[in-house]
Nanobody, 120 residues
Framework: QVQLVESGGGLVQAGGSLRLSCAAS????????MGWFRQAPGKERDFVSA???????YYADSVKGRFTISRDNAKNTLYLQMNNLKPEDTAVYYC??????????????WGQGTQVTVSS
């Protein structure tokens, strides 16, 4: 299993930006499809964005045009650039990975999460 460690969360005002990072170790990063999920208090964990091994990107409708996912295979790191943040983006954000071309609906590897709080 690949090990995943998220960072970059924090408190930001509405309209602000944050960049999340997910450092991967233990396996060949480029062999994995990667993604981000989030879970707000009292809600289920939801898909946010994914990037395939080949670099194709996917976004939830709620973040399209505001969030950008990217990966740096040389640094074994996944990123999520979040712009124009809204209070409803407040959640714990989780990095996920599958050793496949595209991320599945039930990724096998997860990070511990990083808190993002957007104040109004």
């Amino acid at each position: 299993q690949v090990q995943l460690v998220e960072s970059g969360g924090g408190l930001v005002q509405a309209g602000g930006s944050l960049r999340l990072s997910c450092a991967a170790s233990g396996r060949t990063f480029s062999n994995y499809a990667m993604g981000w999920f989030r879970q707000a208090p009292g809600k289920e964990r939801d898909f946010v964005s994914a990037i395939s091994r080949g670099g194709s990107t996917y976004y939830a409708d709620s973040v399209k045009g505001r969030f950008t996912i990217s990966r740096d295979n040389a640094k074994n790191t996944l990123y999520l650039q979040m712009n124009n943040l809204k209070p409803e983006d407040t959640a714990v954000y989780y990095c996920a990975a599958d050793r496949s071309t595209v991320l599945t609906t039930a990724p096998r590897s997860w990070g511990q999460g990083t808190q993002v709080t957007v104040s109004s």
